[in-house]
């Protein structure tokens, strides 16, 4: 599973070196079908408001995306994680710093921030130029996220009025690939039927195919209530079963509660609670990075079989851009 991953994530590293990154980008190979847009991939889409960095942070079991009001991922962040071997230290390693470790994640928190500013300037627009992460640990799976700025529905101060259509339009240009999975991230605290998320793949995948549902705040859902009935797929329904999580509340945030405890809790809630007890053994960020790691595997082994229909053309990418260091990722 480690190798057939690694695989799709050096391939995607290549493309975005050969400014191919699907057509939210200006590829100078956009008149031709792109490798990028041929790769299997995670995409994690969700409302500003939704819980989705934490969900990501939840998955890592790391506190390194960039915080703060209104839209704060501002270009594509592709994220890869790698399980190593027990006793190693967590590192992190940008694509775009290729010699550079970071073991301290504060730094990988501000360097994102610092890459965004860079390309996207100090007035919050966005680009569509991926960021490469890589993380290796032995507390996480095999696995492959791609991260998109958070879907809004208004411009704050200093953006620009088009940045509402901007974000639906870099958000719909990844979700609309058939090897693409959707990570609907929607808070349990808010009407489904006003999901973001929801309402956007259920446009671009009508039948719930490569949607996965994620229900985040089951905690802060109002006394007497509870969402059994989305989880169990009975309110909105889904080809694949709805995954609840419980996220560190902002308090939790302020007051540095690790992820451990957080991980810890999360489990506590769903194996005590009399609502959702007997759904626990699928709830949960640790399954579902579980279940995701095992579904882009299974995308990966049939989608590098087409992709080998294009090894023609990455051999021409080859030769006509022998840099070296592009060589060397491929």
């Given at each position: 599973?480690?190798?057939?991953?690694?695989?799709?994530?050096?391939?995607?590293?290549?493309?975005?070196?050969?400014?191919?990154?699907?057509?939210?980008?200006?590829?100078?190979?956009?008149?031709?079908?792109?490798?990028?847009?041929?790769?299997?991939?995670?995409?994690?889409?969700?409302?500003?408001s939704s819980g989705k960095s934490s969900v990501l942070e939840s998955i890592v079991g790391r506190d390194f995306l960039p915080r703060g009001s209104g839209i704060v991922t501002r270009r594509p962040l592709v994220l890869q994680l790698h399980k190593t071997e027990p006793r190693v230290e967590d590192?992190?390693?940008?694509?775009?710093?290729?010699?550079?470790?970071?073991?301290?994640?504060?730094?990988?928190?501000?360097?994102?921030?610092?890459?965004?500013?860079?390309?996207?300037?100090?007035?919050?627009?966005?680009?569509?130029?991926?960021?490469?992460?890589?993380?290796?640990?032995?507390?996480?799976?095999?696995?492959?996220?791609?991260?998109?700025?958070?879907?809004?529905?208004?411009?704050?101060?200093?953006?620009?009025?088009?940045?509402?259509?901007?974000?639906?339009?870099?958000?719909?240009?990844?979700?609309?690939?058939?090897?693409?999975?959707?990570?609907?991230?929607?808070?349990?605290?808010?009407?489904?039927?006003?999901?973001?998320?929801?309402?956007?793949?259920?446009?671009?995948?009508?039948?719930?195919?490569?949607?996965?549902?994620?229900?985040?705040?089951?905690?802060?859902?109002?006394?007497?209530?509870?969402?059994?009935?989305?989880?169990?797929?009975?309110?909105?329904?889904?080809?694949?079963?709805?995954?609840?999580?419980?996220?560190?509340?902002?308090?939790?945030?302020?007051?540095?509660?690790?992820?451990?405890?957080?991980?810890?809790?999360?489990?506590?809630?769903?194996?005590?609670?009399?609502?959702?007890?007997?759904?626990?053994?699928?709830?949960?960020?640790?399954?579902?990075?579980?279940?995701?790691?095992?579904?882009?595997?299974?995308?990966?082994?049939?989608?590098?079989?087409?992709?080998?229909?294009?090894?023609?053309?990455?051999?021409?990418?080859?030769?006509?851009?022998?840099?070296?260091?592009?060589?060397?990722?491929?």
């Amino acid at each position: 599973m480690e190798s057939l991953i690694g695989l799709v994530n050096r391939l995607q590293n290549a493309c975005t070196l050969l400014g191919d990154y699907g057509s939210a980008g200006d590829s100078v190979f956009s008149s031709v079908p792109t490798l990028w847009e041929s790769l299997p991939s995670v995409v994690v889409v969700g409302g500003q408001s939704s819980g989705k960095s934490s969900v990501l942070e939840s998955i890592v079991g790391r506190d390194f995306l960039p915080r703060g009001s209104g839209i704060v991922t501002r270009r594509p962040l592709v994220l890869q994680l790698h399980k190593t071997e027990p006793r190693v230290e967590d590192y992190a390693e940008f694509l775009h710093l290729p010699k550079q470790r970071f073991t301290d994640f504060s730094m990988v928190r501000k360097e994102i921030q610092d890459e965004t500013d860079k390309m996207t300037g100090t007035n919050r627009r966005i680009s569509p130029v991926p960021i490469h992460l890589t993380i290796y640990s032995p507390n996480v799976v095999n696995l492959t996220l791609i991260d998109l700025p958070g879907l809004t529905k208004v411009a704050i101060e200093g953006q620009p009025e088009a940045i509402v259509r901007d974000i639906e339009s870099m958000v719909r240009s990844y979700i609309l690939k058939p090897n693409c999975i959707i990570l609907a991230i929607t808070p349990a605290n808010q009407d489904i039927a006003t999901s973001d998320a929801i309402k956007l793949s259920k446009e671009v995948d009508p039948l719930g195919e490569r949607t996965f549902g994620v229900l985040t705040k089951l905690d802060l859902m109002d006394k007497g209530t509870n969402a059994v009935d989305i989880l169990e797929g009975r309110a909105y329904q889904l080809r694949h079963p709805w995954v609840g999580i419980v996220n560190r509340s902002q308090a939790d945030i302020n007051n540095k509660v690790d992820m451990v405890a957080a991980r810890q809790r999360e489990h506590e809630f769903f194996a005590t609670s009399l609502d959702y007890s007997h759904l626990a053994g699928r709830m949960g960020s640790e399954y579902l990075a579980k279940l995701l790691s095992k579904v882009l595997f299974f995308l990966s082994l049939g989608c590098l079989m087409k992709c080998s229909l294009l090894f023609p053309k990455i051999f021409q990418f080859r030769v006509q851009f022998s840099f070296g260091r592009i060589l060397h990722v491929i």
